[in-house]
């Protein structure tokens, strides 16, 4: 249900659930074929077993696997770099890829585009054009 995910190179990940009886109940079973592909996902359900970081990382699971004591100061980092992003792009460019998986192409592109459109109109649009042609660093205010 993350953005990004850093994974401690110690990491395992997995739905163990099947060893209780049960399924997953928060969206294992679609989430995992979304991001691994079928035949991982059904590994991961139907057996239980856990996934490494590493494979993770092959699979697309995980953005970074860093070394475990490392995993919450990398965290930080990319939040700190995501916090000086335009508030406003920074959202709309989430939720247009969140469409990609939940409607057809045609609606996604729609909105894309009604973002890219609408964002052109921001303050914050006109401040990172400057900063981009005057060589330094946007700040950004969300409007």
């Known amino acids: 249900m993350c953005d990004l995910i850093v994974a401690g190179d110690n990491a395992r990940l997995g739905q163990p659930e099947i060893n209780l009886g049960i399924i997953p109940g928060a969206g294992g079973t679609q989430r995992w074929p979304r ?19 590493q494979r993770a990382y092959q699979l ?39 469409k990609a998986f939940e409607s057809p192409l045609s609606e996604g592109l729609a909105m894309e585009r009604k973002s890219f459109y ?4 921001t303050e914050d649009q006109k401040e990172g054009m400057h900063a981009f042609l005057e060589k330094r660093k946007g700040v950004f205010k969300g409007r």
């Not at 035949?39 to 139907?46: I, N, P, T």
């Not at 860093?66 to 990398?74: F, I, L, R």
């Open 35 to 53: 991001t691994a592909g079928k035949y991982v996902a059904m590994e991961a359900m139907l057996t239980g077993g856990p996934v490494t970081a």
């Open 60 to 98: 697309g699971i995980v953005n970074k696997v860093v070394p475990a004591e490392m995993t919450v100061v990398v965290a930080r980092r990319i939040a700190r770099q995501l916090a000086d992003k335009p508030p406003l792009a920074l959202r709309m460019a989430k939720e247009a890829v969140l």
């Open 118 to 121: 609408f964002l052109f109109s």
